[in-house]
């Protein structure tokens, strides 16, 4: 299976601790999102990539989160100083030239 | 700034009826649309888009066609299957990223 990957599928972390995430994306797309969905509610945008560049950010991403993605190919998204407000499905999305958008499993956090 | 509101749910059927979800949106310009499904325990699938006005999308069954002077992009099945059950989202893009609405949960019984 070539699709987006992400890892871990959970986890569990306790308010203050750094959680980082991991994004593989479909192998020749040059373009990766993040999205974040909360319980009953629609994917929010977070940031996106065109290769290693970082082009848009959410108002949503807070100073204590960041994203990178060093060689155009995997992305990382690192939460400093969780809260229980950030407990969530973190979304990756991925694709070639802004065309169709594929989505990997998503990440669940839950913040205690 | 652009959005998308869509039927609030959840909605059950019997297997064999008809499917309508509403989706209407608010955009600057002229958004490519989209519907994707969420089966229980998986990642969002696209299931059917369109780029410009009169477009009709469809898969597996499902339509919806892109309704410009209504903002309008329903979803619509002729026959539902258990096999449908599943969290269904309209979404749009004006320009990179993805708009979602809140999403509709539909269960469908045998």
């Known amino acids: 299976d070539t699709g987006v990957s992400q890892d871990p599928r959970h986890k569990i972390t306790k308010r203050g601790q750094n959680v980082t995430f991991r994004c593989d994306p479909i192998?020749?797309?040059?373009?990766l999102y993040w999205y974040r969905q909360t319980l009953g509610q629609g994917p929010e945008f977070l940031t996106y990539?065109?290769?290693?560049?970082?082009?848009?950010k959410s108002r949503l991403l807070s100073d204590r989160f960041s994203a990178e993605r060093p060689k155009g190919s995997f992305s990382t998204l690192e939460i400093q100083r969780t809260e229980q407000g950030d407990s969530a499905m973190y979304l990756c999305?991925?694709?070639?030239?802004?065309?169709?958008?594929?989505f990997g499993p998503g990440t669940r956090l839950t913040v205690l | 700034g652009d959005s998308v509101t869509q039927m609030e749910g959840p909605v059950t059927l019997s297997e064999e009826a008809f499917l309508t979800i509403n989706c209407t949106y608010t955009?600057?310009?002229?958004?490519?649309l989209f519907w994707y499904v969420q089966y229980p325990g998986e990642g969002l699938q696209l299931l059917l888009k369109?780029?410009?006005?009169?477009d009709k999308g469809s898969n597996k069954g499902f339509e919806a066609t892109y309704r410009k002077e209504t903002t309008s992009f329903h979803l619509e099945k002729g026959s539902v299957q258990v096999s449908d059950s599943a969290v269904y989202f309209c979404?749009?893009?004006?320009?990179?990223?993805?708009?979602f609405g809140k999403g509709t949960k539909l269960t469908v019984n045998p």
């Open positions: 369109a780029t410009k006005a009169d």
């Open positions: 192998s020749e797309h040059n373009r």
């Open positions: 999305a991925s694709s070639f030239g802004g065309t169709n958008s594929y």
């Open positions: 979404a749009l893009k004006g320009s990179e990223k993805l708009v």
């Open positions: 990539f065109q290769n290693e560049a970082q082009l848009e």
């Open positions: 955009a600057t310009g002229y958004p490519s």
